[in-house]
């Protein structure tokens, strides 16, 4: 396997039409960050509410940018790519 780079990452976490992570697996992949104490945290709970599609993509992209500049992107990479589809919010459902 390649190594993982932000765009082949961003191009999986983005392909058909994912928003984000659900919670919960939002939740653990923010936990697995190292700088996660730094960051803005995930739009869940009552942000899962009162923020739009956008506003969780836009927030999810700084995560993957946060393992990027960690040097994480294989481990969340590898995260990510085990999730089942039923796991991602999609535009036009959420």
């Not at 780079?5 to 659900?22: A, D, G, I, Q």
């Not at 040097?71 to 590898?78: H, M, S, T, Y």
Request: proline share 4%; with cysteine; aromatic share 10%.
């Amino acid at each position: 396997m390649n190594k993982e780079t932000f765009e082949s990452l961003w191009e999986f976490c983005t392909s058909n039409s994912r928003v984000c992570p659900m919670p919960m697996k939002w939740n653990d992949l923010f936990n697995m960050l190292k700088d996660h104490e730094n960051l803005d945290l995930p739009l869940i709970l009552n942000g899962w509410e009162m923020s739009s599609p956008l506003e969780k993509n836009l927030r999810f992209k700084d995560h993957i940018q946060s393992a990027t500049d960690h040097a994480q992107l294989d481990e969340i990479g590898k995260y990510l790519r085990l999730l089942k589809e039923e796991d991602w919010a999609h535009y036009g459902e959420i």
